[in-house]
């Protein structure tokens, strides 16, 4: 079972749909048994980064995280989720993350001021590191983006990137932990063929 987080911060319903479509059992919970009793752990999310860790701390989430991510077990943030597994945000003030991956999420600065905020819409994304969760895709492939702000990490961790007025870390991964910037469950086939990666690891 694939334990999609529940902490009142986004985009749990699109998440279970896309996971039923591929035909993995998904439950959207808070639960901590189980969480704790899940194969894989999804993360997703949308909006400010302060009250997304203020919500998992209220739910008592953030040690069951961290828990998970000790114990090997395979862990996927999707938008804010992924941006939640950094060290540290300046969205609205200086907020903690997770830590899981090491590096600060700041807001989009594009150098060509045509270019809008927030970057919404689809991207053309580089797939420039070998990752399991990017199997038997192509290099290169379009993936559906709505965000304000991004990770900014080690290139090591670095496994996808997309240009908007300037490089943009569209994926992440560190051991047994891997992000996504982009939204999979809206990126039609190639986002599905990507969850359907990472429930397959």
Known sequence: ??????????NTQSVTNALDHIGFENEITRDPDRIANSEKIILPGVGAFGTAME???????????????????HILGICLGMQLLGTKS???GEHTGLGFIQGDVKKLEPDDSALKLPHIGWNQ??????SPIFADLPDTGDFYYVHNYS????????????????MIVAAVAEDNVYGAQFHPEKSQDTGLSV?????QL
């Open 125 to 130: 994304t580089a797939l420039n590191q070998e």
């Open 1 to 10: 079972m694939i334990a999609i987080i529940d902490y009142d911060m986004g």
């Open 90 to 92: 300046n969205e609205h």
């Open 55 to 73: 919500r998992l701390q209220s739910y008592g989430l953030i040690g069951l995280l961290k828990d998970a991510q000790r114990s090997g077990k």
């Open 151 to 166: 990770l900014h990490c080690s290139e090591h961790n670095v496994i996808a990137t997309c240009q908007y007025g300037g």
């Open 195 to 199: 969850l359907k990666n990472f429930c």
